[in-house]
T-cell receptor, first 115, second 111 residues
Framework: DAGVIQSPRHEVTEMGQEVTLRCKPI?????LFWYRQTMMRGLELLIY????????DSGMPEDRFSAKMPNASFSTLKIQPSEPRDSAVYFC?????????????FGEGSWLTVV | GDSVTQMEGPVTLSEEAFLTINCTYT??????LFWYVQYPGEGLQLLLK?????DKGSNKGFEATYRKETTSFHLEKGSVQVSDSAVYFC??????????FGTGTRLKVLA
């Protein structure tokens, strides 16, 4: 089975531009997570969805960030306008809800540089 | 609150040395415990997991035992290889969705 698929893998953009990151979770998984990874702050949970509904967005840094999940197989994370401090690796991950030891599966990440 | 504490890195070892990366946790309830590995330029991959006390997770020569009495889940490998160089994350899961990750420990193995 295909894993979590993210695009683009790498993006370099200018400050002020809109950035859209895309994610396709593993089929059948009903939880989807967006994480951000930086050297300074490590791995931070930004938002997560259950059955396409945003459940907790308390980790979204500010109003410039928004996330959507229009259907079970697609999600986007948008930054508008982007700033240099948004430079980071953004990971999408998914998991099933059943069972205690359910694993969270990560995509390969979108490496964002804002100049 | 719930948290995971890992030993600070980087950890530098010679090939075939014994590896231990310490991980302790604080959690309400009965968490599941995980070790993830991140190779350069890649996402996090599950290395092993344990779902209840005294369970031992193992994979690729790595192992970790869920110790409820010491709230620990230390990662060990008897003989590391250069290819094991990566960042290792300890994590816990509470309930259905709540995952908490440690800050990661970078391992560098020298030939």
């Amino acid at each position: 089975d295909a894993g979590v698929i993210q695009s683009p893998r790498h993006e370099v953009t200018e400050m002020g531009q809109e950035v859209t990151l895309r994610c396709k979770p593993i089929s059948g998984h009903d939880y989807l997570f967006w994480y951000r990874q930086t050297m300074m702050r490590g791995l931070e949970l930004l938002i997560y969805f259950n059955n396409n509904v945003p459940i907790d967005d308390s980790g979204m840094p500010e109003d410039r960030f928004s996330a959507k999940m229009p259907n079970a197989s697609f999600s986007t994370l948008k930054i508008q306008p982007s700033e240099p401090r948004d430079s980071a690796v953004y990971f999408c991950a998914s998991s099933e809800s059943q069972g205690l030891g359910n694993t969270i599966y990560f995509g390969e990440g979108s490496w964002l540089t804002v100049v | 609150g719930d948290s995971v504490t890992q030993m600070e890195g980087p950890v530098t070892l010679s090939e075939e040395a014994f590896l231990t990366i310490n991980c302790t946790y604080t959690a309400t309830g009965y968490p599941s415990l995980f070790w993830y590995v991140q190779y350069p330029g890649e996402g996090l991959q599950l290395l092993l997991k344990a779902t209840k006390a005294d369970d031992k997770g193992s994979n690729k020569g790595f192992e970790a035992t869920y110790r409820k009495e010491t709230t620990s889940f230390h990662l060990e490998k008897g003989s590391v290889q250069v290819s094991d160089s990566a960042v290792y994350f300890c994590a816990l899961k509470i309930g259905t969705y709540k995952y908490i990750f440690g800050t990661g420990t970078r391992l560098k193995v020298l030939a």
